[in-house]
């Protein structure tokens, strides 16, 4: 077999998790190709969630998630400078309502500190004083001040960017659909492409990991996608708090979470929703308002602001509520799967542990030395972005003050351009404003087809598209 061909790993699954395995791997001197059925990364789960970098205050304790949750928070406090990503400190308040919710207070406290993160207890009157937004019937609150939002794409796709920098291969549009291995070395069908070869493959495909496993082996979990619709006001709001707000919650769902983003607007969501659909989530008027009621509930001011738009996402649950971590020794294959509602937080983290299980299982390569590191465009309100500067030319996209030139680097970067029109709205916001992209997509439309013609291509009517679709 001719070497070029041959990776040390292939990754299946362009999510967060995938990235950070992408990272890890190459860093840890692997030879490694990450492969994504998408037309860009994180076109799955990681499309779609609260972007909130959790403590794992209120995780399980002893399992692996909260092992992975509070190792990937810490490091990316590490690296997020480096890579001029952005970490905005909110804190985050679990409020009571009730008799029954301060109950649960001791028990909150409790688990945090078996899991060693710092709260407080506040009464009722400490609660309104740090946040005065709050309904006055708030009973009292607990403060986890180590809570963080962070921009839910900027970060990951710095991680594939600096894997590609430091040497590994990322495919687009290569769906895996079968494989075999032979003489120690996988064999990957991709969906009108060539075979990939790879001595190991590590398995991080999101709500896909029980069918992609059953190339290993018969699945010993089952995937059951949890929906998760949201809510997000208009940028008028979000000043009306700081502090992240969380229900005190229950054995399925942390609960309806208010928070502000790091873009500017306030989300409140998510659902809980199991369902058999693993690509396309959809939202419907009852869940909405369902969502729009508790947050007024909650912050009675909210009233007064405008929805600017809703969306879903799709946790990858399986039957266990802890990840589903694993090397297979003798098939050549780790499992990355059910890495349902943290992954944002615990991606380094669960990298970290697969390079380990890598190393303790399958081979040992000298890490890299001299590391390339990316420096991401700052997307985050709280610090200056390009539209501030004296020479930044024309505005392409007014809600979010997306410059063109913004949208033209994404388009022509010669690292990781822009895969898909999404891809594209993840990179920059262009289209992710009040308008929803009403005045801006004409000029995006024309900047991508003078930069990179076929990015985007219309639909008919009735029809889902693949990412690239108007
Ligand atoms: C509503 C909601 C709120 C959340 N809030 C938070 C939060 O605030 N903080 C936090 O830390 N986490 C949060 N999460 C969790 C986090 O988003 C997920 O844990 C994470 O996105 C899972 O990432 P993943 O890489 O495992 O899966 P995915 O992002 O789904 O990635 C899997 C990838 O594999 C690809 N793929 C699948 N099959 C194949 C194949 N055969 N060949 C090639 N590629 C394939 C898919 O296209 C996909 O891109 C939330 C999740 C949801 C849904």
Request: charged share 20%.
């Given at each position: 077999m001719a070497g070029d061909s041959l990776y040390d790993i292939a990754i299946i699954g362009g999510g967060v998790v995938g990235c950070a395995v992408f990272r890890a791997c190459v860093l840890a001197g692997a030879r490694t190709v990450l492969l994504e059925k998408g037309g860009d990364l994180l076109e799955g789960a990681s499309k779609a969630n609260s972007a909130i970098l959790?403590?794992?205050?209120?995780?399980?304790?002893?399992?692996?998630?909260?092992?992975?949750?509070?190792?990937?928070?810490?490091?990316?406090?590490?690296?997020?400078?480096?890579?001029?990503?952005?970490?905005?400190?909110?804190?985050?308040?679990?409020?009571?309502?009730?008799?029954?919710?301060?109950?649960?207070?001791?028990?909150?406290i409790e688990k945090a500190a078996r899991n060693g993160v710092t709260v407080r207890r506040l009464d009722a009157r400490e609660a309104k004083e740090r946040e005065p937004a709050l309904a006055g019937d708030v009973r009292g609150a607990v403060l986890v001040e180590g809570e963080h939002l962070i921009d839910p794409w900027s970060a990951p796709m710095a991680y594939a960017r600096q894997a590609i920098l430091n040497g590994g291969t990322l495919l687009r549009r290569a769906r895996v659909e079968g494989g075999m291995r032979q003489d120690g070395v996988w064999h990957l069908d991709i969906a009108g492409k060539p075979t990939v070869q790879a001595r190991r493959v590590i398995n991080c495909a999101g709500n896909y990991g029980d069918l992609v496993e059953a190339i290993a082996r018969p699945s010993p979990f089952q995937i059951i996608p949890r929906k998760g619709q949201f809510v997000v006001f208009d940028k008028t709001a979000h000043d009306l708090f700081r502090t992240i707000i969380l229900p005190v919650p229950t054995a399925l769902t942390k609960g309806v979470v208010v928070t502000r983003t790091v873009f500017g607007n306030v989300l409140v969501g998510p659902t809980a929703e199991p369902q058999q659909e693993r690509e396309f989530p959809t939202v419907d008027h009852d869940n909405l308002e369902a969502l729009r009621k508790a947050a007024f509930r909650i912050i009675p001011a909210l009233h007064e602001h405008d929805v600017t738009t809703t969306y879903a996402g799709l946790r990858p649950a399986t039957q266990f509520s802890d990840y589903q971590i694993e090397a297979l020794k003798t098939e050549g294959w780790i499992t990355v799967g059910g890495i349902r509602s943290t992954g944002l937080t615990g991606a380094l983290g669960i990298a970290e542990h697969v390079v380990a299980l890598y190393r303790d299982n399958f081979a040992d390569p000298a890490p890299l030395k001299d590391v390339a590191l990316p420096q991401m465009p700052n997307l985050v309100e709280e610090r200056p972005r390009p539209w501030m500067q004296p020479e930044r030319g024309p505005i392409a996209c007014h809600c979010e003050r997306v410059t063109e030139k913004e949208i033209e680097i994404a388009l022509k970067d010669e690292v990781l351009p822009a895969g898909t029109l999404g891809g594209l709205r993840r990179r920059t916001r262009c289209m992710m404003g009040r308008c929803q992209g009403f005045y801006c997509t004409r000029r995006v439309m024309e900047l991508a087809e003078a930069h990179l013609p076929g990015l985007v291509t219309p639909i008919g009517e009735g029809q889902r598209g693949d990412g690239r679709d108007v």
């Open positions: 959790h403590t794992g205050f209120d995780a399980t304790p002893d399992t692996l998630e909260a092992a992975c949750v509070q190792r990937g928070y810490a490091l990316y406090r590490d690296i997020c400078v480096d890579m001029n990503l952005s970490v905005v400190k909110t804190g985050a308040m679990v409020v009571a309502w009730t008799e029954d919710d301060l109950a649960q207070f001791p028990k909150i």
